[in-house]
């Protein structure tokens, strides 16, 4: 739900976390690079009876499994419909067509000044730090991009920050992806230190969800760039159900905290994953026990293959209503849908 731009990702360097050589990889890029990405293994490692196997490899053929060490240790053995477990277990209905859902939901290409860089809202303008993700959750739009794994090349990167420069009502640089904490901090903090010196830019927003995938990503060299640039700092996580945030991804928020850094959370409503009142309460709660205050509760973008994930317009806001009742104000989710061409998220 986060990179918007296929676009973009043609690049040069191959300096994805995937390859950097073994003796120089970070803990969080070893834990990346170890990632369970074959279907039979997810299905062993979690218990789950074979007849799990077909729809999973189905599915993997349509959209690779991949899913970190650390994501897999919250989730139950043995429980098919583990809402962890759910969000990233490939099934033969992705492979269904379902009339209303298609490639490219968002239709994103229009809105590209350059490559690598989206300008559709007001005042702030999103940056693809990485097209590579820690994780792939079987809802994503971005399902069917297939590619690469390759980080932006410099060059791209010196055109978007002379947009960002010649551009005086930008003031804030959304740093996504993918996943932007996939590059490695060298490459970051370099971006970082280029951005601080743009004298209109006042926020940098990260939109990330490796610091819940991998929580090791959160290290020191991480925190070194982050709590020294100037500008203010906005991570926004992504997390959908309570059980994902255990007591290292409490941790990497506290220290992500200590860096800084104002917490947010986005979620989707998924059905089967966090599709109850109780369920989002306790997402709610759960994020403000963390230090991180719930932002946004996307509704699903019509993509091919995550059908069985809808839940309809009327069911969310009932959730919502049902949400009202028990959260106070400021633990309540804003619901919105992203609809092509509008100049904001749509509140539902
Ligand atoms: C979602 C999004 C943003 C951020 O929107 P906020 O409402 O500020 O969180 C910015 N640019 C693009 C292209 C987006 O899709
Ligand atoms: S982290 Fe998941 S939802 Fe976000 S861009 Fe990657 S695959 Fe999509």
Redesign the pocket.
């Known amino acids: 739900m986060i990179t ?1 731009s296929p676009s973009v990702l043609q690049s040069q360097e191959s300096t994805h976390p995937d390859v950097t050589p073994l003796a120089l990889q970070s803990a969080w890029q070893a834990q990346l690079s170890q990632a369970i990405r074959d279907p039979g293994e997810l299905c062993r490692r979690l218990g789950l009876d074979g007849g799990w196997l077909p729809g999973a490899e189905r599915g993997h053929s349509l959209f690779e499994v991949r899913v970190p060490e650390a994501f897999l240790s919250r989730m139950r053995p043995g429980d098919p419909q583990d809402p962890l477990l759910r969000q990233v277990l490939p099934l033969a209905a992705e492979g269904e067509v379902v009339r209303g859902y298609v490639s490219d939901p968002l239709a994103e290409a229009d ?1 590209t000044p350059g490559r690598g860089l ?4 007001a005042g ?3 940056l693809i730090a990485s097209p590579a993700c820690a994780v792939n959750c079987r809802y994503c739009f971005r399902r069917h991009f297939p590619y690469g794994e390759n980080t932006p090349s410099r060059t791209q990167w010196e055109d978007s920050l002379e947009y960002l420069r010649d551009d005086v009502s930008i003031t ?1 640089a ?1 740093l996504s992806g993918g996943d932007p904490l996939a590059a490695s901090d060298r490459q970051l903090a370099w971006l970082a230190e280029r951005l601080a010196a743009i004298p209109h830019l006042k926020r940098l927003r990260l939109h990330t969800r490796l610091p819940v995938v991998i929580p090791d990503r959160v290290d020191d060299a991480l925190l070194h760039w982050l709590s020294t640039t100037r500008l203010q700092k906005v991570v ?1 996580l992504h997390i959908n159900h309570a059980n994902e945030i255990d007591d290292a991804v409490a941790a990497a928020c506290e220290r992500l905290k200590g860096a800084g850094v104002t917490l947010l959370n986005q979620s989707v409503l998924l059905r089967g994953v966090n599709d109850s009142v109780e369920t989002l309460a306790n997402l709610s709660e759960r994020l403000f026990e963390a230090g991180v205050l719930p ?2 509760l996307h509704v699903l973008d019509p993509v091919a293959g995550a059908a069985h994930f809808d839940v309809t317009d009327e069911e969310a806001r009932e959730l919502i209503a049902g949400l009202r009742g028990q959260l106070p104000g400021f633990l309540m989710p804003r619901l919105v849908r ?1 609809i092509p061409g509008e100049a ?2 749509t509140p539902l």
């Open positions: 918007r809105h989206i300008h559709k809202y702030r303008v999103l804030e959304i926004v932002y946004y992203e904001s998220k």
